[in-house]
């Protein structure tokens, strides 16, 4: 879920599954009400690749310009189009060096096309300013090859936005000390991608709880909830405690998660009614049964 907070502007970032020649958006209130139809920039960086290195390639930068952490286009003739993000990206008199760490689907190769891949919009306070969830983005996309599609994303407009308990920093310290030498083969892009995961796991157990993310008085109760999410997230992708079963490791984790998720909720005020004040009723301890068997 994206995060909007109230009475700002807000800037809208997607990038589409397939390349887009040009789109719309449409914010819509939790009610269906549209609200605003901001317009909506394609990245302008266009470009031929040079040469290529390892995890490296130099680009003739056309248009526009070329930046860390984006999303780009790579289109070859024969072979289609593949999306890579950028690592670094540096500047010699139109010639960019751009260093990636996840291999695109298509290598490569000298005479590819590289374009900007993502769209921005941004979304005035006026549109945002009234607190609620299920705000609906609707990203309608024209494809280079004419077909229309709409995407949409679901967005809160809060107080203070959610603070995600798990980061790249962490998840790369934390798998270092377990998986030393599996940790120093993966770049910056694959802990970003597993803390993100992480993330989601803890946003949609609070979610499925009937609690809002944003609504947590104290993210960071929520840290040992967000660990435990990773190192799912790592036994997911086969990075398993050696002696450790594969299946009955990722149980025991997924039950340690929701004991974790039930001690964090419940042991810090969540404004359920969005009121910014604390109430009797949002205040709570552990709740703990007993059981007797018969």
């Known amino acids: 879920m994206l995060y909007f907070q109230k009475d700002q502007d807000a800037l809208a970032v997607f990038v589409p599954p397939k390349r887009a020649a040009s789109a719309t958006l449409a914010v819509y209130s939790p009610q269906g009400v549209l609200l605003s139809s901001p317009a909506v920039t394609l990245d302008p960086a266009a470009g031929t690749i040079a040469s290529v290195g390892d995890f490296s390639f130099v680009v003739s930068v056309s248009a526009g310009s070329l930046a860390p952490g984006r999303r780009y286009w790579l289109t070859s003739a024969t072979a289609g189009s593949a999306l890579v993000e950028a690592d670094t990206t540096t500047n010699a008199a139109g010639q960019w060096t751009v260093t990636y760490e996840d291999m695109p689907t298509i290598p490569p190769a000298v005479g590819q096309t590289l374009t900007g891949a993502r769209l921005t919009a941004t979304i005035l ?12 983005l609707r990203w309608t996309v024209t494809l ?13 407009v809060c107080r203070t936005v959610f603070l995600p308990p798990m980061t790249p920093g962490i998840a790369a310290r934390h798998a270092g000390y377990v998986f030393p030498h599996i940790a120093n083969q993966r770049g910056a892009a694959y802990w970003q991608d597993v803390s993100d995961r992480a993330n989601r796991r803890v946003e949609q157990r609070m979610m499925a709880s009937g609690r809002m993310p944003q609504l947590v008085g104290d993210p960071t109760m929520l840290q040992d909830a967000g660990m435990v999410a990773l190192r799912l997230e790592l036994a997911r992708d086969g990075l398993v405690p050696q002696g450790f079963d594969a299946s009955g490791f990722t149980a025991q984790l997924d039950t340690e998660l929701k004991e974790q998720m039930e001690w964090a909720l419940s042991s810090t005020w969540i404004d359920t009614n969005d009121d910014g004040k604390v109430g009797v009723a949002e205040l709570g301890g552990p709740k703990s049964i007993l059981l007797v068997r018969s």
């Open 125 to 136: 306070a006026a549109s945002l300013a009234t607190l609620g969830t299920y705000y609906q």
């Open 144 to 156: 280079t090859t004419g077909e229309v599609v709409t995407y949409t994303e679901s967005a809160s």
